[in-house]
């Protein structure tokens, strides 16, 4: 009987949200996954500011809106049910009217669960690609709201929107908080230094991030550089560079976790 792919492998998988769905996609190829979330996705911790812009989206007083992740759209909606249910047909009613624009699949999916769906998509899903969709439309005058990826204040895409004219609105409906407690991130450390994990897999920028708060840097770096370093995507990949990591594995295409999972398969089959 044929041993599935990645038998005999084991993967590092910091990912929080859909922790679950990467780990089994491994696991049906036979890896042994080490579960370690490295954050956690919270509401944010005020309601009001959230709240408020989905009034005045309600209100039509928007010609654009930039969706970062399907998170974040998710989480606004979450804060209306629990906060504000009556305003949530008017918000809905204003996002089928508002032009949509989305920096990859996972807030297009976001929109499909809706009966919605992108009018525009960054070429590539990136601040720098949503800039580069946009660089060819025009944006003077027009009011364009930005849901921001976590709390971090993209002051790119912030400054070209308004640099182009644009009546520029954020919002940022999630935070993210520490999940896996620090003695549990020393120990996947560990792990890694001893050479136990054959390939970690980030899938977002906050988790290293995180890595590297927990321990100091060159202790972090020598432990990555006894594995196989992968990144759902580029975003990832530059953060690890910030850090003086190189990401040696990431999806050609298709930065999500299927092409990820796909990649890893194809890195890691060949026999020890």
């Keep these: 009987m044929e041993l599935p792919p990645l038998a005999g492998r084991t993967v590092a998988v910091p990912e929080t949200r859909e922790l679950e769905v990467f780990a089994s996609?491994?696991?049906?190829?036979g890896a042994a996954v080490v579960r370690c979330p490295l954050v956690a996705i919270r509401d944010a911790p005020d309601p009001q500011p959230v709240l408020a812009f989905a009034r005045t989206l309600a209100a039509g007083a928007f010609d654009d809106l930039i969706l970062s992740t399907g998170e974040g759209l998710r989480r606004?909606?979450?804060?209306?049910?629990?906060?504000e249910p009556s305003l949530r047909d008017g918000f809905l009613a204003a996002l089928a009217a508002v032009r949509k624009i989305t920096r990859g699949p996972k807030p297009a999916r976001a929109l499909r669960e809706l009966g919605l769906k992108p009018d525009l998509a960054a070429t590539v899903p990136t601040t720098a690609g949503i800039i580069a969709t946009l660089s060819a439309e025009a944006l003077r005058g027009r009011r364009v709201a930005v849901q921001l990826?976590?709390?971090?204040?993209?002051?790119?895409?912030?400054?070209?929107?308004?640099?182009?004219?644009?009546?520029?609105?954020?919002?940022?409906?999630?935070?993210?908080?520490?999940a896996a407690d620090d003695q549990a991130v020393r120990g996947l450390l560990k792990r890694l230094r001893a050479g136990e994990v054959d390939a970690i897999a980030f899938t977002s920028t906050p988790?290293?991030?995180?890595?590297?708060?927990?321990?100091?840097?060159?202790?972090?770096?020598?432990?990555?550089?006894?594995?196989?370093v992968a990144a759902v995507g580029p975003v990832v990949a530059t953060t690890l560079k910030k850090h003086g990591i190189e990401a040696r594995l990431?999806?050609?295409?298709?930065?999500?976790?299927?092409?990820?999972?796909?990649?890893?398969e194809e890195a890691l089959r060949t026999p020890r």
């Design 207 to 228: 988790q290293v991030e995180r890595l590297f708060a927990v321990a100091p840097a060159p202790e972090v770096a020598a432990a990555l550089a006894q594995t196989l």
């Design 250 to 264: 990431m999806p050609a295409e298709a930065f999500f976790l299927k092409p990820l999972t796909a990649a890893l």
């Design 25 to 29: 996609l491994l696991e049906r190829r």
């Design 149 to 178: 990826y976590g709390t971090e204040p993209n002051r790119p895409l912030i400054d070209f929107l308004q640099s182009a004219g644009a009546q520029v609105s954020t919002v940022a409906p999630y935070v993210y908080a520490d």
């Design 76 to 83: 606004i909606l979450g804060c209306l049910e629990l906060h």
